[in-house]
């Protein structure tokens, strides 16, 4: 034997090991969503995904995800990112340096304030408040930008320990949720 490995034992070794990268990944995920998903639980009493709404401007908008608060409602973008973020309120380009790479992405705060309007729009008197949620793995180093939120920072924001007196609120806000959900697409 020339001390070389058999095809089939490195495919074998190959195929475990995207097994184990895949396992990894889906564990890292899952932890991120269950976060995600109890952040929601403790916040929001109703949630849309998808909504496309009219903008104002005889066109539409698309938002993300509307949640209904005991607070009114909340216009939620997401960012999945890894790395550390540099963004400002007045910089046209974010950027993420991550260990292998470095990428930027625009200043997302100018879509989530026409969203917010658009929103307003709808529901008129109702409090509409809106949030870039940067998920867990993102680091902002030099400062963080108005309306950027982590999961636990929108957990003790918008969270209420009293459900009872949170429903109470909500039932005030449940007539123009119906309406906006009925007017989006």
Request: net charge negative; no cysteine; hydrophobic share 45%.
């Amino acid at each position: 034997m020339n001390g070389a490995i058999p095809l089939q034992t490195l495919l074998l070794i190959l195929l475990a090991v995207a097994a184990l990268a895949g396992l990894w990944f889906w564990n890292r995920k899952r932890k991120g969503g269950s976060r995600f998903q109890q952040m929601l639980s403790a916040i929001s009493f109703a949630r849309a995904d998808g909504l496309i709404i009219p903008n104002g401007d005889e066109g539409e908008i698309q938002i993300d995800h509307l949640l209904l608060t005991s607070q009114g409602l909340l216009v939620l973008h997401i960012k999945d990112v890894q790395g550390i973020v540099f963004g400002s309120d007045k910089m046209q380009d974010w950027a993420v340096i991550a260990e292998d790479r470095r990428f930027t992405f625009s200043n997302p705060q100018p879509a989530l304030y026409d969203r917010i309007a658009a929103v307003r729009q709808i529901v008129k008197d109702v409090p509409v408040s809106g949030r870039l949620l940067f998920l867990d793995g993102a680091e902002f180093t030099k400062g963080v930008p108005d309306l950027v939120a982590t999961i636990d920072e929108l957990t003790s924001e918008f969270g209420e320990s009293d459900k009872a007196a949170a429903e109470r609120k909500v039932d005030a806000f449940k007539p123009y949720w119906e309406e906006i959900v009925k007017r989006s697409r």
